[in-house]
């Protein structure tokens, strides 16, 4: 099949489940307003889909899941609804964690943890450490979370290098960098899940997603659910990713 990734898992239904899934948690917000309700509601039913995303991606065989939940740019928003949303994140860490390390489900975080608040920084590193061993599914949490930034980053672990002569410029190469990023050992995802219609990356895994396939689902987040998880996998299995090779001979 054209779209088998050497390392896809094999699944159930006999197509190979993208390996690595990763979702812009979009249209909360709308969801919320063209019900009437406070934009915090729609947050709050944000949370709901997320642990049914967990589930299905774990039922379902996918790896790794990646979810951006605060963006470096979503400072920029009221301080009621900054505070609306570290609450909820605060929230979700102490009544899932337990669960989510019961079922298997190893935790890690990227962003810029530099500035966070010291009882957000706590709860991201309990997470971390307490599901470290964990190996059933990967749920990657792009917190304070900006793609350029990410990439300035890794080119700064590596000026570091340099400057101290552990490197050489010329083996600052694509895979040097790729291997200064925040999860060096993250594959690349396979396949972005955008919802609430929006059609755009808004910073989001830059550097990772030079080959990943695009499924923009015209459900605002708060409505995700399995079938919509479903409908992306089945739109992405359509797809035929060629790496820049021939469709021949694509995933080997
Ligand atoms: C996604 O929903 C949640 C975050 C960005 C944190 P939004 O809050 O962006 O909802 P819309 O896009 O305004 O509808
Ligand atoms: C992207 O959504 C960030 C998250 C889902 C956390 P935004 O709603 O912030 O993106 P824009 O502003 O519509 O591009
Ligand atoms: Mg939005």
Do not use: C
């Not at 589930?55 to 740019?73: H, W």
């Not at 608040?117 to 450490?129: N, Y």
Request: charged share 25%; net charge neutral; no cysteine.
């Amino acid at each position: 099949m054209s779209n088998v990734a050497a390392s896809a898992t094999p699944s159930v239904s006999g197509f190979d489940v993208p390996r690595h899934v990763a979702i812009i948690m979009d249209g909360n917000g709308r969801w919320a307003a063209s019900r009437g309700l406070p934009r915090s509601e729609g947050h709050r039913r944000g949370v709901e889909a997320l642990r049914r995303a967990v589930r299905a991606a774990g039922d379902l065989g996918v790896k790794y899941l990646t979810i951006f939940s605060f963006s470096a740019e979503n400072w920029t928003r009221p301080a009621s609804e900054i505070r609306d949303l570290m609450g909820l994140l605060k929230r979700f860490i102490r009544n899932d964690l337990a669960e989510l390390h019961s079922n298997g489900v190893r935790v890690r975080i990227i962003g810029e943890r530099e500035g966070l608040s010291p009882d957000i920084l706590g709860l991201l590193q309990e997470a971390e450490e307490l599901t470290r061993a964990n190996q059933n599914l990967t749920l990657v949490v792009a917190f304070n979370y900006g793609g350029r930034q990410e990439i300035a980053r890794a080119a700064r672990r590596l000026a570091i290098e340099v400057s101290e002569g552990r490197m050489t410029p010329d083996q600052v190469t694509a895979d040097a960098i790729g291997g200064a990023l925040d999860l060096p050992e993250l594959p690349d995802p396979d396949l972005i899940i955008r919802t609430s219609g929006e059609q755009r990356l808004s910073n989001f895994l830059l550097w990772q997603s030079a080959y990943t396939e695009f499924v923009f689902l015209p459900v605002h987040w708060p409505d995700f659910d399995r079938a919509a998880l479903e409908s992306a996998l089945s739109e992405f299995y359509r797809r035929e990713r060629r790496f820049g090779g021939l469709a021949a001979q694509a995933g080997g």
